[in-house]
């Protein structure tokens, strides 16, 4: 039998973040899950389970995550596991998306949650222990059209979390990125993702077409929420995470074939690439 943890889950009143809560208590761990209101709903979902403590946080609010994070400890007395999964979508085109259109969904997606990063760390820091898991998306490894804005967000998670497992190794902490591809969750619902008020008709053809697409695929996703539920439990008790994870066998085709892409600019433009250096420094 494993050994019981503490999860703090943001986001978990749906979605991943509630089968990730579901999973994670049906191993026997601990979890506090937050939620943005009503936390008695979620409590009631699971019967007020004594080893849920459910508490309410916009993770845009740095002293409400600070304070959260306090209460999870003085709760369960430490924090084995962070998850990251609190976000939502924006379908826009790039140039579509306006300056608080994008400013929202990053204080959401970036700035949130670093900082729940910043108000859970220190308690790991102390135990010298911890597993930080960030979500990011398949939209996170690869552009898209009508997701450039979403998808950027998700890059710089990837980016984030590549420097945090560096910096958290010696301490005894692991980070790992989850990129996961397309799951039927409520994430393509108009409650979870948000289409832009501005729309260029010259787009049509791209971005229109996108959001057309995405209607029209909305719950009928491949990918399965339980699944990536137990997938987390698989990482949580891996000796050794990695500090990758895609999710999907769509996520792993398309990842697959960006590099291939990628190696064939390489081999293109092989002479320009490494044409750049100084001459008193080129081999």
């Known amino acids: 039998m494993t050994k019981q943890k503490v999860w703090f889950i943001t986001g978990a009143s749906r979605g ?60 369960f007395g430490r924090i084995d596991v962070l998850v990251n999964n609190a976000g939502y979508g924006l379908l826009s ?54 997701w450039g804005i979403y998808g950027s967000t998700k890059f710089a998670v990837e980016g984030i979390t590549e420097s945090m497992a560096l910096e958290l190794a010696p301490l005894g902490i692991y980070a790992t990125v989850v990129a996961p591809g397309f799951f039927r969750t409520e994430f393509l619902d108009p409650t979870s993702l948000i289409r832009t008020a ?48 895609p999710l999907g066998n769509d996520t792993l085709a398309m990842y697959r074939e960006k590099t291939a892409r990628f190696e064939k600019d390489i081999a293109d433009w092989h002479a320009v690439i490494t044409g750049t250096d100084h001459d008193d420094v080129r081999e």
């Open 16 to 75: 991943f973040g509630l089968e990730i809560t579901k999973a994670a208590l049906a191993e026997g761990n601990k979890v506090v899950a937050t939620v943005r209101s009503k936390p008695e709903q979620l409590a009631a979902q699971f019967d007020n389970n004594e080893n849920l403590f459910v508490t309410v946080l916009d993770v845009t609010d740095e002293a409400r995550a600070l304070t959260a994070a306090k209460h999870a400890v003085d709760k």
């Open 93 to 146: 085109g790039v140039e579509e998306a306006s300056y608080e259109e994008v400013k929202q969904i990053y204080d959401a997606n970036v700035f949130g949650l670093l900082n729940v990063t910043r108000a859970i760390l220190p308690y790991m820091r102390k135990q010298r222990s911890g597993h930080v898991i960030n979500i990011s998306s398949v939209g996170g490894l690869n552009g898209y059209v009508g």
């Open 198 to 245: 501005h729309v260029i008709d010259d787009y049509a053809g791209t971005v229109g077409e996108m959001r057309s697409f995405a209607t029209q695929v909305n719950k009928k996703q491949p990918g399965d929420p339980k699944k990536l539920a137990q997938a987390f439990i698989k990482l949580v008790n891996s000796e050794k995470p990695p500090v990758h994870l």
